[in-house]
């Protein structure tokens, strides 16, 4: 089955420190993987994909098939950064799109 | 506005009680889904409709809840006889239609269960 996991609930840095939120996945076919950000007070908005291989917000993310990850990393956190954020999976003929737990993101001033 | 909207926005309901949550998609999306987000759990999937295809209902937790899409537009999700691990926020989501990749969110219904 295919299944989405983030082993890391909280994660605190300092401002300017690097942070890597992980994210793991099962799933025997081709997926597609994304990384969804919610802001206090906003909704759920897509922050990036995989197939894009862009940078966003300064975030960026590797699909590792060998490892079957693709963590989320920037090189200098800001505070504004702070945010829950969730790895999301799918795949192509549409399939439905599911979720990890989540990983709180608190950068420190 | 042309984002998702839910109503209502909060629901406090008795345990027992029958609830209903509405989803209005942006329109032209074919594609729409139902997710719980509650403390500890993440985001989890309960149903997913793409057009005119028979949903994925693969994610609802009883047989208590259920949902249907009118007209291929709006969606309603039932809970009946809530009961208080219920209390959740129900969060749907649309996206153009298949392989389009981006989900956009509604901003959720806060359900209480007393």
């Known amino acids: 089955a295919q299944r989405v996991t983030q082993p890391e609930k909280l994660l605190s840095v300092f401002k300017g420190a690097p942070v890597e939120l992980k994210c793991n996945y099962s799933?025997?076919?081709?997926?597609?993987l994304f990384w969804y950000v919610q802001y206090s007070r906003q909704r759920l908005q897509l922050l990036l994909r995989?197939?894009s291989r862009e940078s966003i917000k300064g975030f960026t993310a590797d699909l590792n098939k060998g490892e079957t990850s693709f963590h989320l990393k920037k090189p200098f956190a800001q505070e504004e950064d702070s945010a829950m954020y969730y790895c999301?999976?799918?795949?192509?003929?549409?399939?439905?799109?599911?979720f990890g737990a989540g990983t709180r993101l608190f950068v420190k001033a | 506005g042309a984002g998702v909207s839910q109503s209502p926005s909060n629901k406090v309901t008795e345990k027992g009680k029958d609830v209903e949550l509405r989803c209005d998609p942006i329109?032209?999306?074919?594609?729409l889904y139902w997710y719980r987000q509650s403390l500890g759990q993440g985001l989890e999937f309960l149903i997913y409709?793409?057009?005119?295809?028979?949903?994925?209902k693969s994610g609802l937790p009883s047989d208590r809840f259920s949902a249907e899409r009118t007209g291929g537009s709006v969606s309603t999700l039932t809970i009946q006889r809530t009961q208080q691990e219920d209390s959740a926020v129900y969060l749907c989501a649309s996206s153009l239609g298949v392989d389009t990749g981006e989900l956009f969110f509604g901003e959720g219904s806060r359900l209480t269960v007393l």
């Open positions: 799933y025997s076919g081709s997926p597609e």
């Open positions: 999301a999976l799918t795949r192509t003929g549409g399939f439905k799109t599911i």
């Open positions: 329109s032209g999306h074919t594609a």
């Open positions: 409709f793409q057009g005119n295809s028979a949903p994925d």
């Open positions: 995989h197939i």
